[in-house]
């Protein structure tokens, strides 16, 4: 049988699916994870992760380099002994790339600085990152209520200067068998950093590399007490590290061994 609009001797077409409209794509947005902390804290830990030079590709809470972060936030967790003196919160990027000029990690950086005054104003934030997490770190240092910048293998190029460290307390750590980020460019910012920043110290690690995981990730550790002993005013080291603790708080040489 014809339909009314189908020509006398016309063959019905063959039925096909209705098109499908793909969805609008949606932007990558960056999202904070509170993985450990109190309502009321007096500091915050705010964790950077790392990405890679070039990426429009959305990060994840999942991939390596977040997850990176998550024995920071453990060793964060336990020097606080169910205190709940810290909220220890993570940021993953709305991107992997940094991408050049747009710098996309330090925009993402500040978003999520923003948020946690908003949630708890006058609270000092302690910011740790890693690789381009801790790039990141540095340029957001002259934030408010930014209290301490620590860098895990910091991604340091000429474009880091120590004006952005003015007034600052940084801490670096880097392996000296690093071959992705450059234990060099972390030892020269520091010397130059001297008298500009609040204090900085870099702590090498001899024979560790880029992840900085050796030694049941005593780098780790260590950032996690550094920024906990200046939030809180105590904090316990790791093992032998503890002497290595007081002097990056004391800070009175550019670069110490671990």
């Known amino acids: 049988m014809r339909t009314p609009f189908q020509p006398a001797g016309a063959r019905r077409a063959p039925y096909r699916d209705p098109v499908r409209v793909p969805a609008l794509p949606v932007s990558p947005a960056p999202r904070l994870l509170r993985t450990y902390g109190a309502r009321r804290p007096r500091g915050v830990l705010l964790l950077l992760h790392g990405g890679t030079d070039v990426s429009r590709v959305p990060a994840s809470r999942w991939g390596p380099s977040t997850l990176r972060m998550l024995p920071v936030a453990a060793a ?118 001297r008298g500009v920043a609040g204090s900085a110290v870099l702590v090498r690690l001899p024979g560790q590399g880029h992840t900085l995981l050796g030694h049941g990730d005593a780098a780790g550790r260590l950032a996690a007490a550094v920024a906990m002993t200046v939030l809180t005013g105590n904090a316990t080291a790791p093992g032998r590290h503890a002497g290595v603790l007081a002097r990056a708080l004391r800070a009175e040489l550019p670069v110490i061994e671990a």
């Open 76 to 193: 964060a967790a336990w020097s606080d002994r169910g205190r709940r003196r810290v909220a220890v919160v993570r940021l993953v990027n709305a991107l992997q790339g940094w991408n050049g000029a747009e710098q996309s990690p330090v925009r993402d950086a500040r978003w999520a600085l923003a948020q946690l005054r908003r949630r708890w104003p006058d609270v000092p934030i302690a910011v740790v990152g890693h690789s381009m997490g801790g790039r990141a770190a540095l340029h957001v240092a002259g934030e408010d209520s930014v209290a301490l910048v620590v860098g895990l293998a910091p991604w340091v190029t000429p474009v880091e200067t120590p004006s952005m460290l003015a007034g600052q307390r940084v801490v670096l750590l880097h392996g000296t068998d690093d071959t992705i980020t450059s234990p060099a460019a972390s030892a020269d910012l520091v010397r130059r950093a």
